[in-house]
């Protein structure tokens, strides 16, 4: 199997926003890049994209859709920041399961809330918190090294 690892990388986009977890969602991905990883959806790290999504950018549901299933059905694994309760997230980690991919969740512990007992405990998942982003990158470098084997 040539070429890079492929990875798709998920976090709530139309769930909320948090400028301080799309920080983390740029580091992880970054982190990733620099590990040669081929990460399919860059764009969700991106800063400029808004609690609108992508059909603001004048994609349908429909493309986006579709577009993301193929992604996650050419994908290696999945690796989903969780902080953030996501519909869309639940769903492509739901279809990511379905499909036998590896799926590496990543939660903030946050005071007040808790993580969805689906994903925290479902055993398909590994699921990790972090408080720190040194942290979350240690948890993705377990988990694409668990991979490459």
């Not at 993301?68 to 690796?79: T, W, Y």
């Not at 769903?91 to 005071?111: N, R, S, T």
Request: with cysteine.
């Amino acid at each position: 199997m040539g070429g890079s690892m492929k990875i798709y990388f998920s976090a709530s986009i139309t769930g909320g926003r948090d400028p301080v977890l799309v920080q983390a969602y740029q580091r992880f991905v970054s982190h990733l890049q620099k590990k040669g990883v081929d990460v399919l959806t860059e764009h969700v790290s991106l800063g400029t994209l808004t609690a609108q999504g992508e059909v603001a950018t004048g994609k349908t549901p429909i493309e986006i859709w579709k577009r993301d299933l193929d992604m996650i059905v050419a994908s290696e694994g999945v690796i989903a920041e969780v902080t953030v309760p996501s519909l869309g997230v639940g769903y492509e980690l739901g279809i990511a399961e379905k499909l036998g991919k590896p799926v590496l969740c990543l939660y903030q512990h946050q005071d007040g809330k808790i993580l969805s007992s689906m994903i925290l405990g479902n055993p398909n998942f590994d699921t990790r918190d972090y408080s720190t982003l040194e942290e979350g990158c240690t948890h993705i470098d377990a988990f694409l090294s668990r991979l490459k084997k």
